[in-house]
């Protein structure tokens, strides 16, 4: 294998999207919540620019970085891109020893749906994502500005197919199958948050998972904790956004990091994953 890694794949929800980082900057940090296609491209590049995928690559001394994080964004959804673009890399001749994949994984209760009508502008700021339209448990018109037939599909899918169990047991399996499918090609993995972001489901449904859990490979799972002079280091334990929370990292108005937590981030990960012996 060899040690030069050209490609930077990362993906997740609004932490690796890098939400509310425009807000450090004048002109844009107005502009996160607007509607308007070519502003949220806009955005989207900035935040690009400044969230911890972009401060790996840089680390790493990469050529390529694709930062495929949404806000809101399910595990499903990291997990099919992933496939998706590995994939796509693959089969145009991309050298999987030269790739590396980081996927931060997030609250096992998203979902999407696919929206597509005659008429009807489903496009994202991220082309990967048109006509993919975000479910959550929270959905209101004043939070997500969402109309109707959104809130409709929400409380159909959360009352009467979401189950909590189920989707314990689909995210282990999500985990599983990703890094499965990564070794088995070549491709070198970090997924952070995997298990402690859902640890409390996982823990309360552990006669279903617990016969799973021993295949996930150590080292490419792990989170980050304290070691003691305000310093972290990683193994089962606090969140990217329970560090953020403990670090006193800069945060947005809505609390997500700004650019200084995400360069700590990116520095972490790095950590890890050298010692893991990932990179």
């Known amino acids: 294998m060899t040690d030069v890694i050209k490609t ?49 690559g840089k680390i790493l001394g990469v050529d390529t970085v694709v930062n495929a994080g949404r806000s809101g964004g399910s595990n499903a959804r990291a997990v099919r891109m992933a496939y998706d673009y590995v994939c796509s890399y ?30 009807v502008d ?31 599909a929400n409380r159909l899918y959360y009352r009467h197919l979401f189950r909590e169990e189920q989707a314990t047991v689909t995210y282990v399996h999500q985990i599983l199958n990703m890094q499965f499918a990564l070794s088995s090609m070549g491709v070198r993995f970090h997924f952070h948050d995997a298990l402690a972001t859902n640890a409390e489901p996982i823990a309360r449904f552990s006669f279903l998972t617990q016969h799973l859990l021993r295949f996930i490979r150590p080292g490419v799972h792990r989170s980050v904790y304290s070691i003691g002079h305000g310093e972290m280091g990683f193994k089962d334990g606090h969140t990217f956004e329970e560090w953020l929370v403990r670090s006193g990292a800069p945060r947005a108005s809505a609390q997500h990091p700004l650019s200084e937590a995400h360069q700590i981030w990116a520095t972490l990960l790095h950590s890890e994953m050298k010692e893991s012996g990932i990179v």
Not at 90 to 105: M, Q
């Open 122 to 152: 489903v496009r994202s700021d991220a082309p990967f994502d048109d006509g993919w339209g975000l479910m959550k448990t929270n959905l209101s018109p004043q939070k997500h500005g969402a109309n109707r037939a959104a809130l409709r």
């Open 8 to 56: 930077l794949y990362a993906n997740g929800c609004s932490f690796t999207e890098g939400k509310e980082l425009e807000e450090e900057d004048p002109e844009l940090r107005l502009a996160g919540s607007s509607k308007d296609i070519k502003t949220q491209l806009l955005v989207r590049d900035y935040r690009n620019k400044k969230a911890w995928p972009s401060h790996l």
């Open 90 to 119: 693959l089969a145009a001749g991309g050298e999987a020893d030269e790739l590396l994949v980081c996927l931060g994984f997030t609250d096992l209760v998203r979902t999407e749906r696919f929206e597509s009508m005659p008429g």
